[in-house]
């Protein structure tokens, strides 16, 4: 949300949106010092839950130096090294988006340093997963580094991004997955209803793109239309978009969500 407008928060509180989450990531351009990231934190922390509240949404948030700056390690130890001063700000729900973007040897050594930090302060752990001819091969290494550490609890870990070849494997292990859905390029709503056709709804979640490329934050509201229009149920379009989310991010002390009828009551 750090790239969008106000009036996305005033659209998605129209279709329903009550609560988000805002992993840190790439903001488009690599930023050159802790400080940056520092501001970016605040940003994170203050800024943008102040924003969401005008519409009456929750906001999130996860911290992280991402995989796309990762490959400065230098950079990656002193910001790693800073975010335990923002761990305790009420909408921190744990670390991530971390992961890998081209799979280098750097973004692997930040990774897992990574999954030390979130064991050691008991945070729960956001996974980005490559995009489109890294992904397989990105999401098998990162699978294999978290199930070489003995201090991860996989039902705290989200990995997203998954799709038709990534998302079994992922489930299998007991890992949560996510969907991120894109208005053309990579998983569409169709290739999403798709995919919970085809596996089930199990520790399954969607989300939407919103970044400062091409991508659309409604794309949720896409895909309960997507679904809605091949006949599934209410109760299992609910499941991805709402009680999943709720159950695996409920994990985390600072999350608390009412159910939306109740919210005035
Ligand atoms: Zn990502």
């Known amino acids: 949300m ?30 050159g010092t802790v400080d940056g990231f520092r501001d970016y934190f605040r940003q994170l922390t203050e800024v943008e839950p102040a924003r ?42 744990g670390i991530g988006e971390i992961g890998l973007n081209k799979n280098t040897p750097n973004e692997a050594t930040v990774f897992q340093e990574h999954l030390e930090l979130a064991v050691k302060f ?16 990105g999401t098998r290494m990162i699978l294999d580094m978290l199930g070489d550490h003995s201090g991860i609890d996989p039902g705290r870990v989200l990995v997203d991004h998954v799709e ?12 949560w997955a996510g969907m991120t859905l894109y208005p053309v390029t990579k998983c569409t709503p169709a290739r999403a209803a798709d995919i919970i056709e ?11 793109a919103g970044d400062w490329g091409p991508s659309k934050p409604t794309a949720v509201p896409d895909l309960i239309m ?9 109760t299992l379009i609910r499941k991805v978009v709402f ?5 695996f991010f409920s994990q985390s002390k600072h999350f608390d969500l009412q159910e939306p009828s109740t919210r005035n009551a």
């Open 198 to 208: 085809t596996i089930g709804a199990e520790r399954l979640c969607v989300n939407s």
């Open 164 to 175: 038709e070849h990534t998302v079994k494997e992922v489930i299998d292990r007991g890992y």
């Open 52 to 93: 969401a509240a005008q519409f009456g949404i929750r906001h999130f948030t996860w911290l992280c130096i991402n995989a796309k700056e990762a490959e400065n390690v230098e950079l990656s130890r002193e910001v790693m090294a800073m975010i335990p001063e923002f761990l305790d700000c009420d909408n921190v729900l």
């Open 2 to 31: 750090v790239s969008r407008t106000t009036d996305d928060y005033e659209t998605l509180a129209r279709m329903g949106c009550v609560a988000m989450s805002e992993p840190a990531f790439w903001a488009g351009f690599d930023r």
């Open 226 to 234: 997507e679904m809605r229009k091949r006949g599934h149920a209410e």
């Open 243 to 247: 009680d999943n989310p709720r159950e």
């Open 122 to 137: 008991d945070q729960q752990i956001l996974i980005h997963t490559p995009h489109l001819e890294d992904k397989y091969q």
